[in-house]
């Protein structure tokens, strides 16, 4: 007879297992390489401590828009239009691709008046659903490069980027967000340089631009420097035929700049004026997170655009295989909203009026942080739209420690300090940044 194990022995032993011995055991080094604490969600936490200690605490933390009361702002007619959607948008799958007039929406939505001089000139477009804007991100990353490649992004970027990065088993380059002297945006010789250099490393070539409305910084490239950057890309491309060159251009924040389809713009002149390199693809990340106040949704979308249709097809099947291997098919109830709303003359009246008033929210919030930062000294990077602004600092965590004990929380990332305007309420701006600018004196 097999002698039976004494259980209670066993389970004593167990008890000694460090958490070291568990990890050693469950989780195999790549991902064993993954953690981190969330730098935003630790200083958020640190406010709402504060706050709740009394403290009369502003909360610059946040990277979603916040009303002047501190809730979260909800565009009205997207609830509602959300909770009228058939049985049928709740509990089906929506087809792979999306929902076809979701699709067919999506590049209006980006490009607005500059879509149909596209059409015009034979550029084509496909779009594909995604769970947000960050999905249509991960699909480039995983099909237009090689792992263990390299992509390009500027220096200053969303933190997120190199976590998906990671994810896919690619590096990092970067070129500067902009030059270190003169008044222009682009710096064409670190672009050149950097593209250069890696269309010699690799066979593909593909860059993140966050733009319009930067985050973290509220940067938004002029119509000149759009087209700059095109150019310099479509340069890359024709001076190397065998390579593939993407640009990918992540507009998650467009909706909430002044001009909302400047992209759309440029690329229609660039589609009239240029000839189209066929190994050039563009990509544009479309997100209704800020746009629709849909952020918990996941309602997003890869915009792809190319001279040659049949590519583009081939484009889509690709992408499609790694959202079904990956989030199967994106939400249909947020597709199916956000198409309601758009094809309702009283609903989309209803989203722009909303959609406008936030942004002009946002506005009066930057145009007085701005001026009391000019007024002060405080170096801020350039801020134009959308949601945040930017201290540049090598050291940014002393001054976010002394901002913290004067009253406002913002988040010191690498490089600098990240001020979400979409969080703090419109009567304590000025306050805010005056606590900044006393912040960065002390600790300059
Ligand atoms: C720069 C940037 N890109 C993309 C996204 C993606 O957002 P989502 O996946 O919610 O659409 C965000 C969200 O904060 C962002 O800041």
Redesign the pocket.
Known sequence: MSEVPNLAEISEDYHNWTLEDIEDAMIPQHAREKGGRDTIFAWLAKYQVAKSSGQDAINGTV?SLLEDDGNLAVNPVVSSTLREQADLELSAYAPLPGLPHFRTLVPELAFGDGLPVMLHHGIHLESIST?????A?YLSARNLLKPGTTLLLRDR??G??QTIIKECGLEVATWPLMPSSGDGQIDVEALDGVLNQLVQEQNQVLAWL?DPA??PTGMSLTSESRMLVLERFASIAEKNPSKGITLFV?G??AAYAKNHHGWGDTLALFSSEVMWPPNLLLCY?F????SHTL?GQ???ALIMIHPNKEFLERMLEVMLHTGRGTWSGAARLPQATVHSIHSDVDKYVDWLHERDRLQQMLETRRDIFNSRCVKENVPILPSHDG?FAFLPHENPEPIAEAASTRGLYVVPLKGGIRIGLCSIPTSQVDRAAGILADAWRTNC
Request: contains cysteine; aromatic residues 18%.
């Open positions: 990277g769970p947000g804007g960050t999905g991100l970027h969303w997120p980027y966050n930067h985050n992540d998650a924040y990340g997100s209704a997170s800020k952020y996941r309602c997003g949601y």
